[in-house]
């Protein structure tokens, strides 16, 4: 069968799909990228903002308006949340939770009957490389969250903590290097809780990780703050670790922070990122907000403004606080207007734009390894990659030569006119592997 996987949400959501793709092919099944040949649709879907399910309900009707032949499994917060009315309103064949997800293909088989063709299925042992990228995997590591945010309907839809087996990790990484694959990104909802339910812990399972395969860049998901012991940095002296962390604040005011029950005040946050730039050259460190949480006064969010500026991010991800049912935030008094949400949030992203810029200054000029993404297929010129603590870089087009999946040296030499991205040109001759 043609089997056509898309996913919405964030990383984990990515790394789950791409664990479905080996698993339909691994049993003969064939991936597709257009939707108009699938004999299946699975759909991955997201909660975490109204918007995301607003989106989540829109790919779903457009799966059974554009192919209407193709059976239609759905999975995923937004799923999981309402799978009664996904399954009625928006005719869908099958609703696998996300308690059942990792399971998700043997349950589509037995269920739908899907027919496979034995001689296309991949061999024991064998994985198929990414979908989104020949450069770049995500591996679950693990899923489910202790915590209570009060604003996050993703613990609801999530259930308890969960790890994968640290066997099956290194693996999987192997398998992915094997096959030409040079940098992973292990993700989870908690990822700074793996462990807990194997007696092991973040720290032990990126040291396997680095000492028991060869794959040249290792990064990580999104990181709680206060899951970082101050043992923790010591992990980035080997360079195959990447110096970049994704810390998610929510907000720069110690009282939205209470209201959100986080677990991490500013000042501590502060004195966390001033020792990973002391212990780790060049780190970056980005982070996520939310705009508008209930009850955010003019004073909690010039607070706001003053520790991000303060911190000096080099990237943010701004959300727009929307009510999630069932939250606690959901029933918290003095709900903000959108009006002064979206005035909110226009402030914030130009911030976020200066803070990327000033980021960006600070290496052009230098030279720094990148690794180069594209299809190695596709004769397009333009090219970029990342630097190892996550700068996109543009690359100047060197007549077409510009090669995918090597990890070259490459002068900065300047900004790009959106204020995005790093401008530069591959030194001749220098390679650098890791």
């Known amino acids: 069968m043609q089997v056509h996987l898309k996913t919405l949400g964030c990383r984990l959501n990515e790394a789950e799909l791409e664990a479905w793709s080996r698993g339909f092919r691994a049993r003969g099944h064939q991936i597709t990228p257009m939707l108009s040949e699938a004999d299946l649709v699975v759909i991955n879907t997201c909660a975490v903002t109204g918007e995301a399910v ?4 829109k790919l779903m009707r457009r799966a ?38 990792d399971r998700l293909v043997e349950i589509a088989e037995r269920t739908l ?19 989104t990228s020949r450069q770049r995997a995500f591996i679950k590591v693990q899923d489910g969250c202790r915590y209570q945010c009060t604003f996050c309907v993703v613990t609801q839809a999530r259930g308890k903590e969960r790890s994968v087996d640290p066997n099956e990790i290194v693996e999987i990484i192997n398998a992915f290097y094997d096959q030409g694959v040079q940098e992973v990104v292990l993700t989870g909802v908690h990822i700074g809780g793996y462990g807990n339910d194997l007696d092991s812990n973040l720290s032990k399972l990126i040291g396997r990780v680095l000492s028991e395969t060869d794959i040249p860049r290792l990064r990580l998901g999104a990181v709680e703050p206060w899951d970082l012991p101050e043992s923790f940095w010591a992990l980035f002296n080997n360079p195959r670790f990447m110096p970049h962390l994704h810390l998610p604040l929510q907000s720069g005011a110690d009282s939205v922070l209470r ?57 943010l991800h701004i959300f727009a606080y929307s009510t999630r049912p069932g939250t606690r935030a ?10 002064i949400i979206r005035t909110r949030s226009r402030e914030l992203h130009e911030l976020g734009k200066r803070l990327t810029r000033e980021t960006l200054r600070q290496y052009t000029g230098h030279r ?19 630097t190892p603590n996550f ?19 490459v002068e900065l030499y300047g900004i790009s006119e959106s204020g995005g991205e790093l401008l530069g040109k591959i030194v001749p001759e220098a390679w650098l592997t890791v």
């Not at 700068?391 to 040296?409: A, H, Y």
């Open 54 to 57: 607003r989106k989540s309900r």
């Open 330 to 339: 959901a029933s918290l008094p003095g709900q903000v207007s959108k009006e």
């Open 113 to 131: 009957d899907l027919e496979a063709m034995p001689e296309l299925a991949t061999l024991p042992g064998e994985y198929g490389l990414p979908l």
């Open 391 to 409: 700068l996109k870089v543009s690359l100047e087009d060197n007549e077409g030569r510009i090669p995918v999946n090597q990890i070259r040296m």
């Open 64 to 101: 059974g308006r554009d192919n209407p032949r193709a059976k239609l499994v759905v999975s995923g917060c937004f799923a999981s949340l309402n799978p009664g009315e996904t399954a009625q309103a928006l005719g869908v064949d099958l609703v696998v939770e996300n308690a059942d997800k």
């Open 259 to 315: 209201r959100m029950a986080r677990r991490c005040k500013v000042d501590e946050f502060q004195r966390l990122v001033n020792q990973a730039r002391r212990h780790i050259p060049h780190f970056n460190v980005t982070t996520d907000i939310i705009v508008g949480f209930p009850g955010e006064t003019n004073r909690e969010w010039q607070q706001t403004m003053e520790t991000v500026s303060n911190i000096g991010f080099g990237h």
């Open 368 to 386: 720094m390894p990148v690794l180069i993404e594209g299809d190695p297929s596709s004769n397009d010129a333009d090219r970029s990659g990342y």
